[in-house]
């Protein structure tokens, strides 16, 4: 199973970016599927998840209400809106993909590359 993220660049504070990921390999429509990132100096931290059905999502307390974690099954995509972008969103993000069909903050089987997502104020 790979996964190829995509989607970051430079945004100014407030502004809005859309993650993608593509999964390669597998059935993408058995996983459940997330979303973290790292940011300079700090240990990778949980964004949002998905379930398999894409019927239920979670998020970190930070990015509620600002990011939207969705699914397509036909194309084999996760993505990641991004809205109302600070600076402390600047990171590194992951993709990743995991067995448990519910959806889960832990115990993910695949990740993809990253992508960066810089904010400036």
């Known amino acids: 199973v790979q996964l190829q993220a995509s989607g970051g660049g430079l945004v100014q504070v407030g502004g809005s970016l859309r993650l993608s990921c593509v999964v390669s390999g597998g059935t993408f429509s058995s996983y459940a599927l997330g979303w973290f990132r790292r940011s300079p100096g700090k240990e990778r931290e949980f964004v949002a998840a998905?379930?398999?059905?894409?019927?239920?999502?979670t998020y970190e307390d930070s990015v509620k209400g600002r990011f939207t974690i969705s699914r397509d099954n036909a194309k084999n995509t996760v993505y990641l809106h991004m809205n109302s972008l600070k600076p402390e969103d600047t990171a590194v993000y992951y993709c990743?993909?995991?067995?448990?069909?519910?959806?889960?903050?832990?115990?993910?089987?695949?990740w993809g590359q990253g992508t960066q997502v810089t904010v400036s104020s």
């Open positions: 990743a993909a995991s067995y448990r069909t519910g959806v889960t903050t832990t115990g993910y089987d695949y």
């Open positions: 998905i379930s398999w059905s894409g019927g239920s999502t």
